[in-house]
């Protein structure tokens, strides 16, 4: 539809004789607009959904006589219905909770009167609805099974505000039993991504279950990096504003301690991958904040990753990270890379876990960081490093093997916390 060129992103669809169009083109946020079949080209676009600096447009699919709009607005998903015959004024789905995650579904008919899309909350289990579109009503058509006679309103979830050093509110979705003290006793597990536009949504986990019904406080810290207040989110976490992303972990935590949701003595962090990264670079700037943290396949060794263009990821993530051959990336990248800001200082307890077939992080960058902070830090805590000879970056493969690495990572971040039972 037209050449493609860089910092342009655009997807297609085709309805009623015209393409529409979902384009950053001037919209940051993104924006629809319609172009004739018979010359799409950039001169003729025409907007159909304007853009909304608030409001970020993931996708649109149309049906027959309607259009359904996936967008996220100050960090929540909706799904908007357009009504292509009356043109009556849009709608978005009615949700029964204000902390949430949302998406269409399948729906494989263009010609239908009702839509299928999935919800999910951090209490509500995956759930798949119908919407009508006549008559603006869902029907829940089929709710994952709990076992264990679960019952959501022995729960609760919330979504609080941490205020960043730089004033900018983050969004930390929470969720507890009910009836937990927040006296700064309770132990909490704070995780984050942080990184690539990922949204992390507050989304259903059977096995997180086992946490909170020991008394644990689970949150979910969704700092600059991500994408989840749009695409401005997404770009004050990333290159030379990638400090952010671990500004916004360190200041969460804090928030949550200050707010007595737990302490830092009760305080453990979790994250993999690039979160991983994370985790290496909040330990070294605040080891204070936290009492435990697991360190699951940490891209650690950021610099002498991203200078070896032979690896396979190196040279399509220094657009993510910047490429330290040119000296202004360099300095920047070296302030955070977790690696080189070893020193020696006390660390909070760590569990750090490594992939022998590890092809997107090599298993060797979480071994290097755990030798160097054993061998650097001034404290008696416990570094423990845990390789596993079979598996690559996503862990075990097999549900039960799965469950099994869940499993111990929790029972790791329980026993850290004194529970052991």
């Not at 810290?221 to 500004?247: C, D, P, V």
């Not at 994250?271 to 700037?285: E, P, Q």
């Not at 032979?310 to 920047?332: C, F, H, M, R, V």
């Not at 805590?381 to 799965?402: E, F, P, Q, T, W």
């Amino acid at each position: 539809l037209t050449p493609r060129r860089e910092g342009h992103e655009y997807s297609a669809d085709f309805s009623g004789g015209e393409f529409y169009i979902t384009t950053n083109k001037d919209a940051e946020n993104f924006k629809v607009v319609r172009a004739p079949l018979s010359d799409p080209n950039e001169k003729n676009w025409t907007d159909y959904i304007a853009h909304n600096p608030a409001i970020k447009i993931d996708d649109i699919n149309f049906f027959k006589d309607y259009a359904v709009v996936s967008e996220v607005e100050n960090g929540l998903e909706y799904l908007k219905i357009m009504d292509l015959k009356t043109r009556r004024a849009a709608v978005r789905i009615k949700t029964p909770e204000s902390v949430y995650t949302m998406n269409t579904g399948t729906n494989p008919e263009f010609d239908t009167e009702t839509l299928q899309y999935t919800y999910a909350s951090m209490i509500t289990p995956n759930s798949t609805y119908e919407y009508d579109f006549k008559t603006g009503k869902s029907e829940l058509l089929k709710q994952m099974e709990v076992l264990g006679g679960y019952d959501k309103t022995k729960y609760k979830t919330q979504r609080v505000w941490a205020t960043a050093r730089d004033g900018v509110k983050v969004p930390v979705s929470v969720v507890m039993k009910k009836g937990t003290k927040l006296d700064g006793k309770a132990p909490m597990l704070l995780y984050a991504y942080g990184s690539y536009g990922a949204s992390m949504t507050p989304n259903f986990s059977s096995a997180r279950l086992s946490l909170v019904d020991r008394g644990m406080i689970y949150a979910i810290a969704h700092i600059r990096g991500g994408s989840e207040l749009g695409e401005k989110w997404r770009q004050e976490g990333r290159m030379f504003k990638k400090l952010n992303t671990f500004y916004d972990f360190v200041d969460s935590a804090k928030w949550l301690v200050a707010n007595k949701y737990t302490s830092s003595d009760r305080l453990v962090i979790q994250g993999g991958s690039a979160g991983g990264l994370l985790m290496g670079g909040v330990v070294n700037m605040s080891p204070e904040t936290f009492h435990a943290a697991i360190v699951q396949v940490p891209f650690v060794d950021v610099m002498n990753t991203m200078l070896d263009a032979s690896l396979p990821l190196t040279t399509e993530e220094w657009i993510e990270w910047g490429n330290p051959n040119e000296k202004q990336a360099w300095d920047y990248m070296i302030k955070y890379s977790p690696y080189e800001n070893v020193k020696a200082q006390n660390y909070p307890n760590m569990l750090v876990e490594i992939s022998l077939n590890d092809s997107q992080v090599p298993y060797w960058e979480g071994a290097k960081f755990a030798a160097k902070v054993r061998e650097m830090k001034t404290d008696h805590n416990i570094v423990l490093l845990k390789a596993n000879m079979g598996a690559g970056h996503g862990g075990s493969s097999g549900r039960y093997d799965r469950l099994k690495e869940v499993a111990f990572d929790y029972a790791y971040a329980l026993t850290q916390v004194g529970i052991t039972k």
